[in-house]
């Protein structure tokens, strides 16, 4: 069963930047996805990548300002969010694409 860690994250200035990491065991590459929830709202989709890196897609709402990228030879997905708002502040969860396998989640803190 893979395993998803995450890294990074952290409190920032609005403007300001943070890079989420997404680790997953062992050598399979998948399919990762970026969530987000915020208190009192539902959990979003924020952006994905394929296994191979070459498909991503992005949320209205981060486009621009956030980009999805991996290291295969890591087993890594990156988060790197620019721009970063009052209104990005979430917990942040990657997931393994179709296999409900999630990380530990990142807060993401935004000060305005």
């Known amino acids: 069963q893979v395993q998803l860690v995450q890294s990074g994250g952290g409190l920032v200035q609005a403007g300001g930047s943070l890079l989420l990491s997404c680790a997953a065991s062992g050598r399979t590459m998948y399919g990762i996805n970026w969530h987000r929830q915020a208190p009192g709202r539902e959990r979003e989709f924020v952006a994905s990548?394929?296994?191979?890196?070459?498909?991503?897609r992005y949320a209205d709402s981060i486009l621009d300002r956030f980009t999805i990228s991996r290291d295969n030879a890591k087993n890594t997905v990156y988060l790197q969010m620019n721009g970063l708002k009052p209104g990005d502040a979430a917990i942040y969860y990657c997931e393994v694409g179709g296999r409900d396998v999630w990380g530990q989640g990142s807060q993401v803190t935004v000060s305005s």
């Open positions: 990548i394929s296994k191979t890196g070459e498909n991503t």
